[in-house]
């Protein structure tokens, strides 16, 4: 059974940081697609950053760019996100995702297979 397990999330004061970590089981995902999406209460399911395994360079919606790195160690079959500069519009649920069929990163949450549970990020102003 696949499983996707998020860590990390908190309650930190805005300029804060938080390190999200993912952790994955049952299956290797070194050769896929991996994501983190967000969704805050009342709007859509939104992709915050992801990353393969190719030469292919990681994505980064434009909201997050430069204060959010995403990164991956397929030794621990784990998915980081390490969030800098946070603000209070990046409270939402945070969730990792992975994909079952390809290497390509996509924006859209219907390319991805497995999701973890989700992680609560709140960021106070």
């Known amino acids: 059974q696949v499983q996707l397990v998020e860590s990390g999330g908190g309650l930190v004061q805005a300029g804060g940081s938080l390190r999200l970590s993912c952790a994955a089981s049952?299956?290797?995902?070194?050769?896929?697609?991996m994501a983190w999406f967000r969704q805050a209460p009342g709007k859509e399911r939104e992709i915050v950053a992801a990353?393969?395994?190719?030469?292919?360079?990681?994505y980064y919606a434009d909201s997050v760019k430069g204060r959010f790195a995403i990164s991956r160690d397929n030794a621990k079959n784990t998915m980081y996100l390490e969030m800098n500069s946070l603000k209070p519009e990046d409270t939402a649920v945070y969730y990792c995702?992975?994909?079952?069929?390809?290497?390509?990163?996509?924006?859209?949450?219907?390319?991805?297979?497995?999701w973890g549970q989700g992680t609560q990020v709140t960021v106070s102003s």
């Open positions: 995702t992975a994909s079952g069929r390809t290497s390509r990163i996509s924006r859209y949450p219907y390319d991805y297979d497995y």
């Open positions: 049952g299956r290797t995902f070194s050769t896929y697609a």
């Open positions: 990353i393969t395994w190719s030469i292919t360079g990681p």
